[in-house]
């Protein structure tokens, strides 16, 4: 029987042939995995942000596509059309590159809003309609997202209706002294690049889950996920309920798929470290990655240089904790 460290330690040690550090971003990657959830990753350019997706795809033996997001995409780009055939006299169906295990869609927020919505029905529903026909994506279906939080020029903000469908927004930080030295140690040879191989499949990611439903959450916990989540939108609602009373710095909290994502994500992370339980430490570990990405920041807040995780963690601080 496969345990998450084991699994987990498998599929670390081939991508760490790649990419070097990074290991609260790969973990959190792993637990998208088998919570069947999607991830936007925000970074500066040269984070390896692309290789990461990429060596995650080849470790765990799934069909990878790429999709570089430019501002001419079209949405047929993506999906699919519908091509005419000369010989038959009939259009038949192109399917695009999403369909495939792991999709990664790369500076996405590059895309204007249509090619964005063609996402959305793939992202929340894995399926597509190419010319009125619904087309079931194959199992498992991810899309891994990346962007680039400084360059704006040429780029769309990404709808809140899309961040909301993303299970995780990852913040990908610079390498330490340590990491960049082992880097140019690695990969300045260049007849000495690593060769990735799967060490997982599919069908394997898909068998997991059904472990990961047995971790078990208790009522009081279950609690603690919807105080957290009503929490911010009790401070978007209430000023008194701000950072600093009387200043609203949010304009709305998070929606349900919050406490659905912190469920499922803390049911994940527990049997991807061997437990067989969900505790609050859990929740609270992975909250700022969950719930980022789902509240709103005013202009006040922006202005005086407050970030959504200042104000998840003021969350964190006032609501109590269970103790089971």
């Known amino acids: 029987m496969i345990t998450g460290p084991n699994w987990s330690q498998k599929l670390r040690e081939e991508i760490g042939k790649a990419v070097i550090g990074q290991d609260t971003v790969v973990e959190r990657l792993l637990v998208a995995l088998l919570a069947n959830g999607h991830v936007l990753l925000e970074g500066m350019p040269g984070l390896a942000k692309t290789l990461l997706v990429k060596s995650l795809g080849t470790a ?36 695009g590159p999403i369909f495939a295990n792991l999709v990664l869609a790369d500076e996405i927020n590059r895309a204007p809003a249509k090619v964005q919505s063609a996402l959305l029905e793939a992202m929340q529903e894995r399926q597509v309609t190419i010319g009125g026909q619904t087309n079931l994506l194959p199992k498992p279906f991810f899309v891994m ?7 704006q020029e040429g780029t769309y903000p990404l709808p809140e ?20 030295s082992e880097m140019m140690q690695r990969w300045g040879q260049v007849t000495k690049q690593p060769a990735l191989v799967p060490v997982s499949s599919g ?9 990961v439903d047995k971790v078990h959450v208790a009522p009081a916990l279950q609690g603690y996920i919807l105080a957290l989540v009503h929490a911010t939108r009790a401070m978007a609602t209430d000023p008194r309920n701000q950072l600093q009373p009387g200043k609203k710095y949010l304009n709305f909290g998070a929606s349900p798929r919050a406490s659905l994502a912190l469920f499922q994500a803390g049911r994940a992370l527990a049997w991807l470290r061997g437990l067989d339980f969900v505790s609050p430490s859990l929740i609270q570990d992975i909250a700022p990655d969950v719930l980022r990405h ?6 006040e807040a922006e202005a005086e240089e407050i970030n959504a995780d200042k104000l998840i963690g003021q969350v964190l601080d006032k609501t109590p904790v269970p103790k089971l």
Do not use: C
């Open 161 to 180: 209706a899309q961040t909301d469908r993303f299970l995780f927004k990852l913040l990908v930080d610079y390498p330490s002294l340590a990491e960049e």
């Open 203 to 211: 069908e394997e990611l898909l068998s997991l889950r059904v472990e």
């Open 294 to 299: 789902r509240i709103g920041l005013t202009y």
């Open 145 to 151: 997202a990346t962007q680039n939080p400084v360059e």
């Open 60 to 95: 765990l033996g799934v069909q990878f596509e790429r999709i570089q997001f430019t501002p001419d995409l079209l949405p047929s780009d993506v999906v699919g059309t519908m091509i005419f055939q000369p010989k038959t006299g009939e259009f038949t169906a192109h399917r």
